[in-house]
């Protein structure tokens, strides 16, 4: 069990990747103690944004599309959940407008660049989400169209993708065997933003939605905890639908192997203004839901691990 308070001592903030652009710009930040308080990890990819000049320059409506683009302060969020419960805390400062966190380095659209497919970079085939034109390198917006004045230079993707997109998931993933072997378990919580759904056959639309890829990425029992503590909380939440989760979850949970994974998106318009651009009335009570969410699966994933010996340990025995 998990021994109170939560609050997180200071913790290192520890720089990683670089943004090409931007010189001395870490791509990310983690916040973890060596001496971990709960089994939790809370990470942010999409709400970065530290922006070079010379990416802004090559956008069409930068701001409008960055707006679009941007899972809007999800990481005020984080740091205050992680801050409040001593999870701990990775969270990309690249904008996903530069390289999306959350797809794999095979999903390009390579009509985007200028020379075409490269041929020493592997068997790199196009995705859905790219021919959607949201793949690693985001394309288009519904409503918007392209986002790019010019095409793409081939240095640019390996330029993103080894200061970014490899140190960011090379970190995660020591990270949560970090948490596995305090704990004998871990729980990721991947964090988004989502746009107002609309209404669902009728019901009022979710204010969360929970992805755990259709039921493998996470045990069952920390799914339906955080079902039945949203409806304490009285807050609509759906599973799976729309946003079943992506190539974090795909990647880096293991259930079987003591790494649990969820997507949690989040209605904006709950913490943000009006115009879904800045922090709104909504904040703090965002915070507090999450807080206690996360303070909730902390001892359950603690007991999981202290349930039944660990399979990769027996394997070291």
């Given at each position: 069990m998990l021994s109170e308070p939560f609050a997180q001592r200071d913790s290192p903030e520890i720089p990683g990747g670089a943004i090409p652009g931007s010189p001395g710009q870490a791509a990310f930040t983690l916040r973890q103690s060596d001496a971990s308080r709960v089994p939790v990890l809370i990470a942010?990819?999409?709400?970065?944004?530290?922006?070079?000049?010379?990416?802004?320059?090559?956008?069409?409506?930068?701001?409008?599309?960055?707006?679009?683009?941007?899972?809007?302060?999800?990481?005020?969020?984080?740091?205050?959940?992680?801050?409040a419960t001593g999870a701990a805390l990775l969270v990309a400062h690249a904008p996903r407008a530069m390289i999306d966190l959350n797809r794999a380095t095979e999903d390009i659209d390579w009509d985007m660049f200028a020379q075409g497919k490269p041929s020493g970079l592997g068997?790199?085939?196009?995705?859905?989400?790219?021919?959607?034109?949201?793949?690693?390198?985001?394309?288009?917006?519904?409503?918007?169209?392209?986002?790019?004045?010019?095409?793409?230079?081939?240095?640019?993707?390996?330029?993103?993708?080894?200061?970014?997109?490899t140190p960011y998931h090379q970190c995660l993933s020591d990270?949560?065997?970090?948490?596995?072997?305090?704990?004998?378990?871990?729980?990721?919580?991947?964090l988004h933003s989502m746009p107002p759904l609309g209404l669902r056959d009728g019901l009022p639309p979710p204010e969360f939605v929970l992805g755990d890829r259709f039921g493998t990425t996470c045990h069952g029992a920390l799914v339906a905890s955080c079902f039945g503590y949203f409806a304490q909380q009285r807050r609509t939440a759906a599973h799976n639908r729309p946003y079943a989760g992506g190539y974090v979850l795909e990647r880096h949970a293991a259930p079987t192997g003591g790494i649990h994974a969820v997507q949690l998106e989040i209605d904006r318009s709950r913490y943000l203004d009006a115009r879904l651009a800045e922090p709104g009335g909504?904040?703090?009570?965002?915070?507090?839901?999450?807080?206690?969410?996360?303070?909730?699966?902390?001892?359950?994933v603690a007991e999981l691990g202290q349930a039944e010996p660990a399979p990769w340990a027996q394997a070291a025995e």
């Open positions: 942010v990819p999409h709400a970065g944004r530290a922006y070079p000049g010379s990416l802004i320059e090559r956008m069409r409506n930068p701001d409008y599309a960055a707006l679009r683009l941007e899972d809007r302060y999800v990481d005020l969020l984080g740091e205050a959940v992680a801050s068997s790199y085939t196009p995705g859905l989400r790219a021919r959607s034109g949201l793949g690693l390198i985001p394309r288009r917006l519904p409503g918007l169209g392209e986002l790019w004045k010019h095409r793409l230079d081939r240095k640019d993707l390996v330029d993103r993708i080894d200061q970014i997109h990270s949560l065997v970090q948490l596995r072997s305090r704990w004998g378990a871990a729980l990721l919580i991947d909504g904040f703090a009570a965002m915070v507090d839901i999450l807080t206690g969410l996360v303070r909730r699966l902390a001892s359950e």
